[in-house]
């Protein structure tokens, strides 16, 4: 089978009559023609069809067996590869076989998971080297999904979830869209507080958002550290609740660079001696960005849906030399 991406040609001939289990998240079926879907962190799925109510599986395949597709990863790990980036979706990842590894592979990748230093427009035209087992050493993803009352944060450090938390409060009412503003908390609007109802969603809007911010300043160091960071906050108050309002982010993060370390250094500081929350993501950070997924609501399913889609990747085999 032969597949065209931007141009370019690839032979799919790893598993042509391959029955994929997989429907977690959507798959076009330009996606389909790329080859076997896979995890580039090298999450294997167990040799079973998934219960109908336990917990799901991703990339489950029936043929090739699972052992196969263990041996053509280990093999791609003992060689560094060729990136090149396709177009603003997808990556190619190019194992050229030698003498002890005579099969050539290639490897297709979601570009949004790439660190910031790879995503220069000059490897679409020249590829860099990278090692496949490095991903799991160094991509460190942040997701954040904050709406509709819920907040669900998760750190993965390569495969492995190394912190995760949430949230959530009585901020909206049963069968009902849109929040209930904090319109009475002012001086004017105290003869116009509502109903009883209406007052209880309103503040634990309010103590909703200092939690996620103090949440956000205890993780401030891991959250420095991550090389991409992913947020879904539909609604501005949501996007208060992460980057703060104005006056903070100008205080924060100000034209001159070094004021800025400084003042972050200091807020991380006060963070850890007098728990004082005033960390807040920057808007103009180029390792974030919005998940470019469906989200569904703020759970911890969700986050391990979206670093599963993330993380995807196609399988497919070249010409043998």
Not at 99 to 113: A, G, P, S, V
Not at 144 to 167: D, P, Q, R, T, W
Not at 206 to 224: A, N, R
Not at 275 to 281: D, S, T
Request: proline residues 3%.
């Amino acid at each position: 089978v032969t597949i065209d991406v931007e141009g370019d040609k690839f032979k799919t001939t790893v598993c042509e009559k391959d029955d994929n289990q997989n429907s977690i998240f959507p798959v076009t079926d330009k996606e389909k023609a790329f080859g076997v879907d896979l995890d580039l962190f090298g999450r294997f799925a167990p040799q079973k069809i998934p219960k109908r109510y336990g917990k799901p599986i991703y990339h489950y395949h029936v043929e090739p067996s699972i052992r196969d597709l263990k041996y053509i990863w280990h093999e791609m790990q003992c060689k560094e590869m060729n990136v090149k980036h396709l177009d603003s979706q997808y990556s190619l990842m190019s194992f050229v076989g030698d003498e002890e590894h005579k099969t050539n592979y290639n490897l297709i990748t979601r570009r949004q998971i790439w660190p910031v230093g790879f995503q220069n427009k000059m490897y679409e035209s020249i590829p860099f080297k990278y090692n496949l087992e490095d991903c799991n050493n160094y991509f460190k993803i942040a997701i954040i999904l904050v709406m509709g009352g819920k907040f669900s944060i998760a750190i993965y450090h390569g495969n492995e979830c190394i912190y995760h938390k949430c949230e959530r409060a009585y901020v909206v009412r049963n069968n009902r869209n849109g929040k209930r503003e904090l319109n009475f908390i002012g001086k004017k609007a105290k003869c116009n507080r509502g109903s009883a109802g209406s007052q209880k969603r309103a503040w634990n809007e309010m103590h909703h958002k200092e939690h996620i911010q103090e949440i956000i300043s205890l993780k401030q160091e891991e959250l420095m550290n991550c090389t991409r960071i992913f947020i879904h906050a539909p609604s501005a108050y949501n996007k208060v609740a992460l980057f703060g309002d104005k006056k903070e982010q100008e205080y924060l993060y100000p034209h001159n660079e070094n004021l800025s370390r400084e003042r972050v250094k200091q807020v991380k500081v006060q963070n850890t001696n007098k728990a004082v929350n005033k960390y807040r993501l920057n808007k103009s950070d180029p390792r974030i960005s919005s998940v470019p997924m469906t989200v569904h609501q703020g759970t911890f399913a969700e986050n391990q849906r979206i670093h599963h889609w993330l993380s995807c990747c196609w399988l497919n085999q070249g010409d043998s030399q």
